[in-house]
């Protein structure tokens, strides 16, 4: 998943043909893997979450501690599978342009010297400081 979200990154940054499909090829590789890790969570949770009566009271907690960890990983990795799978339709989309078509990736803007204050655009008037006079007509 890191060299995935890594290639994609480097992809962002200089929008190669090399490394869009290395990207690419990544994301579907990421989504695949995601995908047994949803179902190796889901069988855990069928073994592991019932309640067997032999259990003492710190077994029952350890194993809800487990039951609760295996969760929260399951969330994690169907947010991944959904990452990984939205980025590579994006790659997909990407490859499949016409040659007539430009590939558009707009850079994000970062400020390089945060000792350096941003200058900010002038905000337009609010409706209290427009005054509208019914005497004046628009021409």
Do not use: H
């Not at 962002?12 to 179902?39: D, H, R, W």
């Not at 009271?57 to 929260?72: K, Q």
């Not at 016409?98 to 390089?112: D, K």
């Amino acid at each position: 998943f890191i060299i995935s979200g890594c290639l994609s990154i480097g992809a962002e940054k200089s929008p190669t043909e090399c490394a869009v499909k290395g990207s690419q090829t990544m994301n579907v590789i990421s989504a695949i893997f995601a995908l047994l890790g949803i179902v190796a969570f889901i069988v855990d949770l069928n073994l592991n979450g019932l309640y067997r009566s032999g259990l003492d009271y710190y077994s029952y907690l350890v194993l809800l501690a487990g039951n609760g960890i295996s969760i929260v990983l399951l969330i994690f990795t169907i947010l991944e599978f959904c990452i990984a799978v939205a980025t590579a339709n994006f790659w997909c989309r990407a490859t499949r342009l016409s040659s007539n078509e430009a590939m558009l990736i707009v850079p994000s803007a970062t400020q390089g010297d945060l000792a350096v204050p941003l200058t900010e655009l002038p905000q337009p008037p609010s409706y209290t400081e427009v005054i509208y006079d019914p005497k004046e007509q628009p021409s």
